[in-house]
Antibody, heavy 123, light 106 residues
Framework: QITLKESGPTLVKPTQTLTLTCTFS??????????VGWIRQPPGKALEWLTV???????RYSPSLSSRLTITKDTSQNQVVLTLTNMGPVDTGTYYC???????????????WGQGTLVTVSS | SYDLTQPPSVSVSPGRTASITCSGD??????TSWFQQRPGQSPVLVIF???KRPSTIPARFSGSNSGNTATLTISGTQAMDEADYYC?????????FGGGTKLTVL
């Protein structure tokens, strides 16, 4: 059974850097084809994709946020870490990590999601 | 950038069939997934690779994708199906989500 859980601060100040950790079980990011993605959702709004990383360190970033985003993995801890710099009020929302099933291809799918963590940006 | 367009809302009577569309340029050439999100909950995958269902999803959920439109169909809609639904596809190796459709069962 695959599970994922997001952790990190619930409140950050404008201009600060957000660091969120996704801790997972039931799969390993040393196994071919495995991947993890981050998606966020402002209150009352739609899902927005942020980034993905795969077992082979292949990664992609949302073009609109690529200059502010970094994703890394720690296979020994079964964790994926997201950093988002220069936070502003528009970055307020629930941040989800999700497991990617597939082959590191456009046929992949997000099959299991974490419970999400609400991050508020306010001074 | 690539855009996916969904109707903001769809209404259906209990027991009837609901269809939710997702439109994008040559979307039929891509694989589409669909997610259900109930209020206060995380999204749940209901369809992947256009028309495949996870084993935990009821058979009343089905999907198709052709031309510029992918469609999520819910047959015999139940009250518990009332939720927001999002389509998703990959474009130029990036992930794109639609704007979401609120399904109301009344």
């Amino acid at each position: 059974q695959i599970t994922l859980k997001e952790s990190g601060p619930t409140l950050v100040k404008p201009t600060q850097t957000l660091t969120l950790t996704c801790t997972f079980s039931g799969f390993s990011l040393t196994t071919s084809g495995e991947g993890v993605g981050w998606i966020r959702q402002p209150p009352g709004k739609a899902l927005e994709w942020l980034t993905v990383i795969y077992w082979n360190d292949y990664n992609r970033y949302s073009p609109s946020l690529s200059s502010r985003l970094t994703i890394t993995k720690d296979t020994s801890q079964n964790q994926v870490v997201l950093t988002l710099t220069n936070m502003g009020p528009v970055d307020t929302g629930t941040y989800y990590c999700a497991h990617i099933s597939g082959y590191n291809s456009p046929a992949d799918w997000f099959d299991t999601w974490g419970q999400g963590t609400l991050v508020t940006v306010s001074s | 950038s690539y855009d996916l367009t969904q109707p903001p809302s769809v209404s259906v009577s209990p027991g009837r069939t609901a269809s939710i569309t997702c439109s994008g340029d040559k979307l039929g050439d891509k694989y589409t997934s669909w997610f259900q999100q109930r209020p206060g909950q995380s999204p749940v995958l209901v369809i992947f690779q256009n028309n495949k269902r996870p084993s935990t999803i009821p058979a009343r959920f089905s999907g198709s994708n052709s031309g510029n439109t992918a469609t999520l169909t819910i047959s015999g809609t139940q009250a518990m199906d009332e939720a927001d639904y999002y389509c998703q596809a990959w474009a130029s190796r990036n992930v794109v989500f639609g704007g979401g459709t609120k399904l109301t069962v009344l």
